[in-house]
């Protein structure tokens, strides 16, 4: 061995400069496909903080959504829409939404329709961006909804068979024969809870090779050298004596393994050991990153079989960082995920007394500041709720969302606790959650391809995006080069033009669409009328492999089920508006093309009984001919006197295109407000109009008008309009008011931002309702330090 060692060196020193030249290329080529691929691939990071995890059909959902860079953790105003779905254990969506962001946050509402069974649901919210990549990166959580008008069996699940779920990780991703590795393991339910038991690892005449128990949540590891000839399986049994047996990891022939641990205070040692045939000398390369930032590159000799990197923890970000093992094809292989503890977080303080009557005002003080950073005004969103005996599963905070779960496969049980007890115990623990759940966000594939990645879907930076594709009537071919056009009955009038590309797809980006819509889609029905449109969902048709935890309902709290129903009940019916709609503020009154040339109200003129009248008397701009017994409109070009355009100009009623200038002229003037016309060139996406003539009628609503028949129609649901989360105050003597006040939920502040001394101040009234109502504080700095805070405070009857 001494011998070969030597061989490996002086063949090492022996190589020209040629040869660490090309080896210096190599971790070059790396590094830049590695930085190409980063920045382009940004990733949006999503955390969604839920007003409460239980609800009952009837009542309303309340959300803030963080949006967030995936590397810093800080706001990114990358996408102006996000869309919320609550799933069903079949993936199919109870209810959509799409709701507006500004600065990398917004938030929104969803009543729960009665129609919905008792059940858990699955809560998730992306960007149009997000779409690029995995389900996986998709905010997620669960809620309870119950049902109470329909019958359901609350132990309808007590007798599923038992089975668990026993997944096996070595550390770095293989086994090989010969050589130690360190095997990550964990053990669930049915139910997604990790079990105790205990285990062994067994060769093919049944002796124990090595036993093993998990150390927390089914979750913990043990050192495994798989021999020669020998093949293995995993025995297990629960703590009610139950065995059961399951495969162990593939073991290879050849390959590499390798073993993370810390050396010191501030070095982690990385060594690989490989088993090769090969007597030549053999590079390896680590590439280091921390959510796809601070990425960088060393490259070692295997010496003996074996390299040991020694990475500076000051080089590596906060949270998880993913150390990768490169051969010199450059292909991965070895894996390791590594977590570095944040060293700030976001202390979030709340002071009130601890006990109030009913119909009080609570002033609720907060404070949330970062140590290093106090003048760091923070973003946060509070709920206030009764927290009754219908108990449910609390959502996870965002400290440990961010850091944790949204970067990391599968569901992470209890991820408070990793950060709530910093002892060496529960380092060990939070090392074996990164050897048991993989990283999820980058494909080595896609990463080194050397290209720059194509993305399917663009960023909604400036708007909603419709698509859809434009079809052939006849057999359903795509169109390729038609012109689209989108419209709304809408004020002010906005008008989207595309033209498809070659497999027919459309693409509209509309500015400002909120509420309820009725699209209109056509192609010029002037010349192309045998063509038909689809119009493409916006919600993402894919999901994650992330199942929801089954229902149980207590059936002993039936009573408190039914009080809750009442008051609920009681609450749609004396407080019929849970919520104020802020009124949109016009910033553009005008029309997408602006300010008018000529503009003409009908009511100022003596009204004709035809629209031909009207025109040849009263506007100017506007020539009306007649060819071959159809009617055509010419315009003046006002930047050339005296010169008229020889093709028809954009006509639209109500901001809807119309090409049969004819239906124009048979409409009847008096549903007519207004005349806007457009009297030179007007340039629209790729098209361009000799002009623009514009008929208004009172009410925006075509009066009547019959669209050709061509005409696409269809119901649109916008992004939902800002909506103000609504209680009662009882001031001004009103407190004595016989008007019952049962809400569940107290108060709700999406927006809570804290001045530069880190305080901020919360005002609310208690409802009815008496017991222990429960405060859940979420938050983040600008600088991307997240914190939480949750305490409790009673309410008692009030003495009249």
Request: hydrophobic letters at 40%; a neutral charge; aromatic letters at 12%.
């Amino acid at each position: 061995m001494k011998l070969r060692t030597f061989i490996y060196l002086t063949l090492a020193m022996a190589m020209p400069l040629s040869v660490f030249a090309q080896e210096d290329a190599m971790v070059t080529s790396i590094q830049q496909r590695f930085n190409l691929y980063t920045e382009r691939a940004v990733q949006e990071k999503m955390y969604v903080h839920l007003d409460r995890p239980f609800y009952l059909v009837g009542e309303t959902i309340w959300f803030k959504a963080y949006i967030l860079s995936g590397s810093t953790h800080q706001f990114l105003d990358l996408s102006k829409i996000a869309y919320l779905e609550v799933l069903d254990l079949e993936n199919n969506a109870v209810i959509q939404t799409k709701f507006s962001l500004i600065d990398g946050k917004g938030n929104g509402s969803l009543l729960i329709p009665s129609t919905t069974i008792s059940g858990k649901y699955k809560v998730r919210c992306y960007t149009n961006w997000m779409k690029n990549f995995s389900a996986d990166h998709y905010f997620e959580t669960t809620v309870s909804v119950v049902n109470p008008f329909v019958r359901f069996d609350p132990d309808r699940t007590a007798k599923d068979e038992v089975k668990y779920d026993v997944q096996f990780f070595p550390e770095g991703g293989h086994l090989v024969k010969g050589l130690e590795s360190k095997v990550g393991f964990r053990a669930v339910s049915s139910k997604g809870k990790g079990i105790d038991f205990n285990g062994a690892i067994l060769n093919q005449q049944n002796d124990t090779i090595q036993k093993f128990t998990p150390e927390m949540n089914g979750i913990g590891q043990f050192s495994f050298t798989p021999q020669e000839g020998a093949s293995y399986k995993a025995v297990i049994t629960d703590k009610s004596g139950k065995r059961f047996e399951y495969p162990v990891p593939n073991v290879e022939e050849q390959g590499f393994v390798m073993q993370v641990k810390d050396s010191t205070a501030n070095l982690v040692k990385v060594m690989v050991t490989t088993k090769l045939t090969t007597e030549e000398p053999v590079l390896v390369y680590m590439l280091t990153h921390t959510r796809q930032a601070n990425s960088k590159i060393e490259k070692k000799f295997l010496i003996k079989n074996r390299a040991v990197f020694l990475l500076d923890k000051s080089s590596l970000g906060e949270g998880i960082s993913h150390i990768t093992i490169f051969n010199q094809k450059q292909k991965p292989v070895c894996e390791r995920l590594y977590f570095k503890r944040p060293q700030q977080r976001l202390e979030v303080e709340a002071k009130l007394a601890k006990t109030f009557i009913t119909r009080e005002k609570v002033s609720l003080d907060l404070t949330a500041a970062v140590a290093a950073a106090a003048s760091d005004m923070a973003n946060l969103s509070v709920a206030i709720y009764l927290n009754d005996s219908i108990k449910s599963q609390p959502q996870q905070d965002i400290n440990s969302y961010l850091w944790l779960s949204a970067d990391l496969k599968g569901d992470i049980e209890t991820p408070e606790y990793y950060f709530n007890n910093v002892t060496k115990e529960t380092d060990q623990r939070l090392d074996n959650l990164m050897l048991t759940h993989g990283w999820r966000r980058l494909k080595w594939d896609t990463v080194l391809a050397g290209q720059v990645p194509a993305f399917e879907y663009l960023p909604e930076y400036d708007g909603h995006f419709i698509t859809g594709k434009v079809l052939n009537k006849n057999d359903g071919s795509p169109a390729k080069g038609m012109d689209a056009y989108l419209a709304a009955l809408d004020v002010p009038a906005r008008l989207y033009v595309t033209q498809s590309d070659q497999y027919g797809k459309i693409m509209f980006e509309v500015r400002n669409f909120i509420g309820p819509k009725e699209l209109t889609l056509q192609t010029d029905l002037s010349r192309d009328s045998i063509y038909r449109f689809e119009v493409a969902s916006p919600f993402s048709k894919e999901f994650s492999g992330t199942g929801i935890p089954p229902f149980y309902f207590d059936k002993t709290l039936e009573n408190q089920l039914l009080t809750r129903t009442i008051n609920m009940q009681t609450g749609n019916v004396f407080l019929p508006r849970v919520f104020t709609e802020k009124k949109a503020v016009l910033t553009d009154s005008l029309a997408f093309f602006g300010i008018p040339d000529e503009k003409y109200f009908l009511d100022d003129f003596t009204r004709f009984p035809t629209m031909e009248e009207v025109l040849r008397e009263y506007v100017k701009g506007v020539l009306v001919r007649k060819r071959q017994k159809e009617f055509h409109f010419r315009m003046i070009d006002k930047l050339l006197p005296n010169t008229f355009y020889t093709t028809d100009p954009l006509i639209m009623m109500d901001g809807i295109p119309i090409f049969d200038t004819d239906k124009i002229m048979e409409f009847d003037p008096l549903k007519v407000k207004k005349i806007e016309l457009m009297s030179a060139r007007y340039f629209l996406g790729s098209m361009t109009f000799t002009g623009i003539v514009s008929f208004s009628t009172y009410r925006s609503d075509l009066a009547g008008f019959e669209l050709d028949p061509k005409v696409m129609v269809m119901p649109y649901e916008g992004v939902q309009a800002q909506r103000e989360f609504y209680a009662p105050k009882y001031d001004n003597g009103n407190a004595n008011s016989r008007i019952p006040d049962f809400r569940n939920l107290l108060h709700w502040s999406p927006n809570v931002v804290t001045d530069k001394s880190g305080k901020a101040k919360v005002e609310f009234y208690t409802s009815d309702q008496t017991g222990e109502y429960q405060v859940v504080i979420q938050g983040i700095t600008p600088a991307g330090v997240s914190g939480s805070k949750t305490l409790n405070f009673e309410v008692g009857k009030r003495n009249f």
